[in-house]
């Protein structure tokens, strides 16, 4: 069972920057498509960004667009995010994802994927 450990969240300033690290020990992540998922506070969890297993492909919500990408290496996903604004504040998840697919907002989680902690993300002045 894929399992990931994410890092690399805090509090930063609108039009910050931040970089956000997943980590899956033991795997290797050339098999798996992945996305990044994020909870606000009252808010169903989003996908983000995906990217698929070979790395060749990856897609973006709206929302994002423009500001977050997507990369991975052998055992860790990041996910760098420039021009951040206060409606990005939530937990950051990764997850296996089923595929990477055009709309974002359709990715599911794979049925073996496992849900970490996550890291939170705030964006305040």
């Known amino acids: 069972q894929l399992q990931f450990v994410e890092s690399g969240g805090g509090l930063v300033q609108p039009g910050g920057s931040l970089r956000l690290s997943c980590a899956a020990s033991g795997f290797n992540l050339d098999y798996y498509a992945i996305g990044w998922f994020r909870q606000a506070p009252g808010k169903e969890r989003e996908g983000i960004l995906c990217i698929s297993s070979s790395g060749g492909t990856t897609n973006s919500a709206d929302s994002v667009k423009g500001r977050f990408t997507i990369s991975k290496s052998k055992n860790t996903v990041s996910l760098q995010m420039n021009y951040l604004k206060p409606e990005d504040t939530a937990i950051y998840y990764c997850?296996?994802?089923?595929?990477?697919?055009?709309?974002?907002?359709?990715?599911?989680?794979?049925?073996?994927?496992?849900w970490g902690r996550g890291t939170q993300v705030t964006v305040s002045s």
């Open positions: 997850a296996q994802v089923t595929y990477c697919p055009t709309i974002v907002a359709t990715m599911t989680a794979a049925r073996t994927a496992s």
